[in-house]
């Protein structure tokens, strides 16, 4: 970089700074009328969630913490295991997601958590455990709240892809593979044989960013060069786009209401993704969705009625 291009960013930075400066002034010297007119324009949910002008429900993404700091979700055990041992360890980490968004619920709580529950046939004598084991059931539904990070962990289908370098804009495009529709999930225990919809599922709020924004740009030409040798290595060509595994890091967003469809569905906010070498699983590259695009967004019917509490009779 020349001195001369470091000036303009300077220049540009004192520019925005003092534009800023004017917002602020602006906002401050506005008459309570116009403060309420702005308010009136945000469209709220009942219970304050932010709508877009499309309808969807726009949901604030968190920064990316460290890595240790979110649970793995990795769906390429869940299509490969047959350890019953690793099964049980998958069954019970989707059931720790579903909980840590879901509302209180005892009898679900109690089937989910206790076999004797799924077990006994009898309603009266299913209450009565329900009673019993109150204060294991506490333990469980507070234990499933404390964590809230997860990192969905895709290498079969739904592959990010990264494109070729870009000299003009000094960096890669990348897009993520999951679409605003897609789930993924774990069959309940010993109930998928009579319900079919009898599944854990994961949904996603904010997969991917704007177009205009889905571009990587490295922190400076020795990284750029590094991610460049290790891209160059897989691809077939110098112009070709390649297809990587990769991580989907994000929190659970907490549910108001269960949704309509019969899955158990949590909602995972993605708040950043990292693009992996499919081969040692290290990070090729880290996107960091909250500082690009601060909220997600949520479309899907089901999950935008799942958001709100359910309407009180005669409301």
């Known amino acids: 970089m020349t001195s001369t291009r470091l000036s303009t960013f300077a220049l540009a930075a004192l520019l925005l700074a003092l534009a800023a400066c004017g917002k602020k002034e602006g906002a401050d010297n506005a008459s309570p009328a116009e403060q309420a007119s702005g308010q009136a324009e945000r469209k709220l949910t009942s219970n304050g969630l932010e709508i877009d002008d499309q309808g969807g429900i726009l949901l604030p993404r968190q920064p990316l913490l460290p890595f240790e700091r979110y649970t793995v979700l ?11 041992a690793e ?6 980490l989707y059931r720790k997601v579903f909980w840590a968004g879901a509302q209180r619920d ?45 990192a969905l962990y895709l290498d079969r289908d739904s592959l990010m892809s990264i494109g070729p370098y870009d000299a003009a804009k000094k960096g890669y495009p990348v897009s993520t593979g999951i679409r605003g529709d897609m789930a993924y999930g774990w069959s309940k225990p010993k109930e998928h044989e009579h319900n079919e919809h009898a599944t854990w599922m994961v949904e996603f709020a904010g997969s991917g960013v704007a177009e205009e924004l889905r571009w990587y740009i490295p922190k400076n030409e020795d ?7 290790s891209l160059s290595k897989l691809r077939s060509n110098p112009s070709s786009t390649v297809d990587l595994p990769g991580y989907y890091f994000g929190h659970i967003a907490d549910l108001a209401s269960r949704p309509e469809k019969q899955q158990y569905n949590a909602l995972l906010v993605v708040d950043g993704i990292a693009v992996t070498d499919p081969t040692t699983r290290q990070p090729l590259l880290t996107m960091d969705f909250h500082a690009i695009e601060p ?19 005669g409301s």
């Open 74 to 84: 990795d769906q390429s055990k869940n299509f490969r295991t047959k350890d019953q």
């Open 87 to 92: 099964t049980t360890a998958v069954e019970t």
């Open 106 to 150: 005892d009898d679900l709580l109690a089937y989910d958590f206790l076999p004797e529950v799924r077990a006994e046939k009898d309603a009266f004598k299913r209450a009565d455990i329900v009673k019993t084991k109150h204060a294991e059931l506490d333990a469980a539904y507070a234990e499933a709240k404390k964590q809230k990070h997860y």
């Open 223 to 229: 990284e750029a060069r590094q991610l460049e040798a």
């Open 295 to 313: 909220k997600a967004v949520v479309r899907e019917a089901s999950i935008k009625k799942a958001l709100q509490p359910e309407p009180k009779p």
